[in-house]
C-alpha cells in the first residue's frame, strides 16, 4: 500500500528555519497537504495543493514539490510553531504520514 | 464558516459495534463542494484515514477498515455517521470528523479542513 515517510524529529532554534520532508512513490502524480497539531488539539489545514497557503495561516509557512518529495519550510521559527506536523496525500485511498515533531529549542 | 462536532459514547465494550455522529453547522452538508470524512488517532500515534461520504451518499472507505465501517448521512439534520464493528481494543483513538476537499473524480484526492475538536473512545470492557 501506498506510504508517506517523514523523519520523526526536527529541531531548530527561534529565527531559524525549519524544514520537514514528506516521502512517497505517488507524490510527482497527486498533491500533498500538511497539517499542524498542538498537544491536545485537533490538526489544522497550514498547506494544501503542495504550496498553497489557507486564509489566516502565517507567511512564514510555504511548501513546495520536487519529484518524490514535498517540503514544508517555516521562515524564522516561533515558540508557537511546536508541534507535530503531518503530511497527506492520496492515490486509491487517503494516506497520511507518521508526523514529525518539531521542537523550538 | 463551517464548524463540526462528534458526539457518541466515549466507552464501547469489545466485539461491540462503535457509533459516532459529527453535526456540521454553519453550512449545509448537501453543498456540492464537499465530501465528509472521519479520521482517527490512538492516543500518542498518527492520523488514520477511516473514510468519507458524499451527501448523496457516495462513500470512499480506507481498504484496511472497509469491512467493518460503515458512514452514512442524514441531510435533515446536517449530519454524518460512523458505525465501526467488532472493535478491539486497537480501535481506542480521539475519533475526529472533518470536511473533506475532494478534488479526484475516482480517488478521494484532497484536504480535510476544518476538523472537529475530536472525541476519545475507548474500547474497554
Known amino acids: 500500500s501506498y506510504e508517506l515517510t517523514q523523519p520523526p524529529s526536527v529541531s531548530v532554534s527561534p529565527g531559524q528555519t525549519a524544514r520537514i520532508t514528506c516521502s512517497g512513490d505517488?507524490?510527482?502524480?497527486?498533491?500533498a497537504y500538511w497539517y499542524q497539531q498542538k498537544p491536545g488539539q485537533a490538526p489544522v489545514l497550514v498547506i494544501y495543493?503542495?504550496?498553497e497557503r489557507p486564509s489566516g495561516i502565517p507567511e512564514r509557512f510555504s511548501g513546495s514539490s520536487s519529484g518524490t518529495t514535498v517540503t514544508l519550510t517555516i521562515s524564522g521559527v516561533q515558540a508557537e510553531d511546536e508541534a507535530d506536523y503531518y503530511c497527506q496525500s492520496a492515490d486509491s485511498s487517503v494516506v497520511f504520514g507518521g508526523g514529525t515533531k518539531l521542537t523550538v529549542l | 464558516q463551517l464548524q463540526l462536532q462528534e458526539s457518541g459514547p466515549g466507552l464501547v465494550k469489545p466485539s461491540e459495534t462503535l457509533s459516532l455522529t459529527c453535526t456540521v453547522s454553519g453550512g449545509s452538508i448537501s453543498s456540492s463542494s464537499y465530501y465528509w470524512g472521519w479520521i482517527r488517532q490512538p492516543p500518542g500515534k498518527g492520523l488514520e484515514w477511516i473514510g468519507s461520504i458524499y451527501y448523496s451518499g457516495s462513500t470512499y472507505y480506507n481498504p484496511s477498515l472497509k469491512s467493518r465501517v460503515t458512514i452514512s448521512v442524514d441531510t435533515s439534520k446536517n449530519q454524518f455517521s460512523l458505525k465501526l464493528s467488532s472493535v478491539t481494543a486497537a480501535d481506542t483513538a480521539v475519533y475526529y470528523c472533518?470536511?473533506?476537499?475532494?478534488?479526484?473524480?475516482?480517488?478521494?484526492?484532497?484536504?480535510?479542513?476544518?476538523w472537529g475538536q475530536g472525541t476519545l473512545v475507548t474500547v474497554s470492557s
Open positions: 505517488a507524490l510527482p502524480k497527486q498533491y
Open positions: 472533518a470536511s473533506h476537499m475532494v478534488q479526484g473524480v475516482i480517488n478521494p484526492v484532497g484536504w480535510f479542513d476544518p
Open positions: 495543493k503542495d504550496s
